[in-house]
């Protein structure tokens, strides 16, 4: 194993603690479902999504489990450092509870648009490294090296990635208007033609989540 595959590893066991931690009984910490229902609803908008295409967000929600275990809502490898051998993570204000897709579906988002120059500068590396981590993660995660299964994972965690991508724009309200109407964009594009598919796949989210 290369220092690569390390600290991945370690970025991973990490992942998995916040993931089993249950913070729902602490008290606030919002719930991650209930927040992208008010994202669904801000883009229901003239520049966002009409009415039945905003209904479609908030069907392909509902089919999220519910968890009360901690959710970070922004965790990659921009927002984790590496400092003597452990891992740190940063950026803590999104932190909510719910189940571990909020999170991963921001991995396969970040994936999926991994050959944008911003998000490389975020991310601190190239289009390759950000698609090599994101493989690793997943086959770590998951513990699998099954092809098929990874396949089938992230065909999942790709229709949450789309989905995240539809609320990108109220999660950061400040972007410019041309990179939100990219996403509305997107979303009508790979999202929406797609929904009874995808509709199926979320149905299989705890086959892969136990």
């Not at 194993?1 to 729902?24: A, G, L, N, S, W």
């Not at 970040?110 to 993660?137: C, D, I, P, W």
């Not at 098929?148 to 400040?174: C, M, N, S, W, Y």
Request: aromatic share 10%.
């Amino acid at each position: 194993m290369d220092e690569f595959d390390e600290i991945t590893r370690k970025f991973v066991d990490t992942y998995k603690i916040i993931h089993q931690t249950d913070i729902k009984e602490m008290g606030g910490f919002n719930s991650l479902k209930d927040t992208w229902h008010s994202w669904a609803d801000g883009m229901n908008s003239d520049d966002g999504f009409d009415s039945h295409e905003t209904e479609s967000l908030h069907k392909l929600i509902d089919t999220i489990p519910d968890r009360s275990t901690m959710v970070h809502c922004d965790y990659h490898a921009g927002n984790v450092m590496y400092q003597k051998g452990e891992i740190v993570v940063i950026d803590m204000a999104d932190i909510g509870y719910g189940h571990p897709i909020f999170d991963l579906a921001g991995n396969a988002f970040h994936a999926r648009y991994s050959g944008s120059e911003t998000r490389q500068k975020v991310h601190g590396m190239n289009q390759e490294n950000m698609l090599r981590f994101y493989n690793t993660l997943l086959a770590i995660y998951f513990d699998t090296q099954d092809e098929e299964r990874l396949a089938d994972i992230k065909t999942l965690l790709d229709a949450f990635g789309l989905l995240r991508g539809a609320l990108f724009p109220r999660k950061h309200v400040q972007i410019a208007p041309e990179l939100k109407a990219f996403h509305v964009e997107e979303t009508r594009k790979n999202l929406f033609p797609r929904l009874d598919d995808i509709m199926k796949v979320a149905g299989r989210i705890d086959e892969f989540f136990r």
